[in-house]
């Protein structure tokens, strides 16, 4: 991306290959329902054959109510747009939470809107706020011991889960998020919420509730024609009600959290460096609670749909690759050399294959298909004029499968991710000896926008997988993984696992 200046070499806007925009409609009419062919579940879809009919990018222009959208296939490209991003990043997601945040709930919120929908100052000053607490590796590290904890009440209940032909439930998707559910409460919070307790929460499943609706929603909303704008379809209502409910519930409990933080200040008690969340730490640095308690909201809309399905998925792709499977037990024998692992800092850095079955799984099937950045000025992208308020889209999912970047996508190979690799092992891996460009496989985002909670789950996943993996053989008979779009990219299959214990 450059800055747009009037070059001959530049060409315009207009010329963007995209599908035609219909007279007066557009090309809203391809998001609704029945005569649309472009459908919110099918966006996998979709970003695939734009890519197919157009090349290294489309425009899908003309949406009512809607700034065009920008689809950009090409790593190099990519790069450039990140590396000019401007100061206050702005993600072009969710006009629907931001009128939440703003102007329906905008008496809560006020300037204290958050991370999420939110941009511009408020944006900015709000993560200057908390980035530090959150991003330095030694703060993530703390929570490795309670993090431990509730993998392993999870393994008690996937024992217990288990049938007598050794499978999971079908719906083991929901169990994982109630363990994504209970890491984020006891990091943000330092609250357990009983998830995992056999008789289960029913708070717990309000909040479980809650987010997913919102997911469904926000696609509804903002890529079919807006009409919530001039009255509350059903989408909306639903999407009000849940962040309603989702906010009271935390509110309770960010209230107890900090209520407990001052009496125990109080009483001069000192605590354990792990036994302190992030929302205590965050009103001790700055003495805002309503910064803190909106954070957390934040944390637990984002931080319970991505962890739980990069677990799922992670976990199908082990047990589709016996060979890799056997290659990951390898390595966490020689850690563990009992059936339990118990997990700390020193055992989490030893692990490379887990994190290269982790970063691969998320390049084939990353949890968000798609990012993207609102441009604040015009730019050139691909030698295209492209005016300031256009949506870019960087459609992962498309670019990270692409066999231009990755020969032979479709095979799980983890070796890709390995540095140093002996011979015998690289050999087979279709990446042996190619250097991969560091854009096209971005599922966390990138630059000054980046999830803040990548720490705490890649510390989630790992600790929960190498548990796993220690004690069971997994395999799965059920076909092939099947995706829907959600907000999230989430498997429709059936997670019933076949886990077999290890014997050694
Ligand atoms: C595998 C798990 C996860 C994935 C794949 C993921 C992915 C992402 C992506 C792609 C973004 C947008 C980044 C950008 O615009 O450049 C993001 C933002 C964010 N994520 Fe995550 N995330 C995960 C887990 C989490 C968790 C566990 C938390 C919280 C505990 C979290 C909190 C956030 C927040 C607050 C933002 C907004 C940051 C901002 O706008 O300043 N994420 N995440």
Redesign the pocket.
Known sequence: MATANVSSAVRPYSEVPGPYPLPLIGNSWRFAPIIGTYKISDLDKVMHELHVNYGKMAKVGGLIGHPDLLFVFDGDEIRNIFKKEETM?H?PSMPSLRHYKGDLRGEFFGNTA???G?HGPK?EAF?QEV?HILLQPQTAKKYIPPLNDIASEFMDRIEQMRDENEQLPANFLHELYKW?LES?GR??LDTRLGCLSPQGSEEAQQIIEAINTFFWAVPELELRMPLWRLYPTKAYRSFVKALDQFTEICMKNISKTMDKAEFDESQGLVKNDSDISIVERIVRKTGNRKLAAV?AL??F????D??S??ASSTIYQLAKNPDKQQRLFDELKQIFPKTDAEINQNVLEQMPYLRACVKET?RMR???IA???SLQSDAVINGYHVPKGTHVIFP?LTVSNDPAYFPEPKRFMPERWLKQQPNEQAAGCPHAGQKIHPFVS?????????????R???I??HTLLAKIFRKYKVSYTSGEFVYRVNSTYIPQSPLNFKLTMREE
């Open positions: 990043p993600r958050g991370l999420i939110v944006w993560r980035q994504a984020v990091v943000s954070l934040d944390l809309l984002v931080g319970v991505t962890t399905v990069a998320l990353p949890v968000v990012n993207g950045r992962h971005l599922p966390f985002g990138f630059g000054r926008r980046m999830c803040v909670g990548r705490f789950a890649e989630e996943l």
